[in-house]
Nanobody
Framework: QVQLVESGGGLVQPGGSLTVSCLAS????????VGWFRRGPGEEREFVGV????????YYSDSVKGRFAISRDDAKKTVFLHMNYLKPEDTAVYFC?????????????????WGQGTQVTVSS
């Protein structure tokens, strides 16, 4: 079992930066890949990126590659999503999720554990 709680969302101007956090509990976190997803107004859930548990390799969607970065601090059971050069189209509820699949998935259906989400709004 893994419990996840996101925090750090808020309002930021276009071109700005924001870091959201995902605090985990549960032993399964230690061997879980942690992904970030988002759901914008009227949109489907979208894969943002994932970090592996074994060697902290990261993978990103094309829409955020080069602007967003994921890191994890296993001692604090926390995963971070660092967002830079934010655009209005990045406005969404951001979710972290944990998967115990062998390979780090991009499909939300392969994540068994989810946080409640945190709102990020990019607007001037």
């Amino acid at each position: 079992q893994v419990q996840l709680v996101e925090s750090g969302g808020g309002l930021v101007q276009p071109g700005g930066s924001l870091t959201v956090s995902c605090l985990a509990s549960g032993r399964a976190f230690d061997t879980a890949h942690v992904g970030w997803f988002r759901r914008g107004p009227g949109e489907e859930r979208e894969f943002v990126g994932v970090i592996t548990w074994s060697d902290r390799t990261t993978y990103y969607s094309d829409s955020v590659k080069g602007r967003f970065a994921i890191s994890r601090d296993d001692a604090k059971k926390t995963v971070f999503l660092h967002m830079n050069y934010l655009k209005p189209e990045d406005t969404a509820v951001y979710f972290c999720a944990a998967s115990t699949y062998l390979l780090p998935p991009r499909d939300f259906r392969e994540y068994a554990y989810w946080g409640q989400g945190t709102q990020v709004t990019v607007s001037s």
